[in-house]
C-alpha cells in the first residue's frame, strides 16, 4: 500500500491488476473474463523496483 496499490477482496471492471499464481482460482478466472491484466510477483517486484 505503500506505493498507493489497495487489497480488496473481489475482481471487478475497477481492478487494475490481479497479482495471481498458478492456481488463481475463481479470482484468476473472472479477471481473465472482466480482461484485468493478471500479474506474476516477479512482475510486481519489477514493478515497484522502478
Known amino acids: 500500500m505503500a506505493h498507493g496499490g489497495a487489497v480488496a477482496g473481489s475482481v471487478s ?8 499464481g498458478e492456481k488463481g482460482g475463481g479470482k484468476l478466472t473472472q ?7 493478471v500479474i506474476s510477483l516477479a512482475k510486481l517486484h519489477e514493478m515497484l523496483a522502478n
Open 31 to 37: 479477471a481473465m473474463n472482466l480482461g484485468v491484466a
Open 13 to 20: 471492471g475497477k481492478t487494475s491488476f490481479l497479482l495471481a
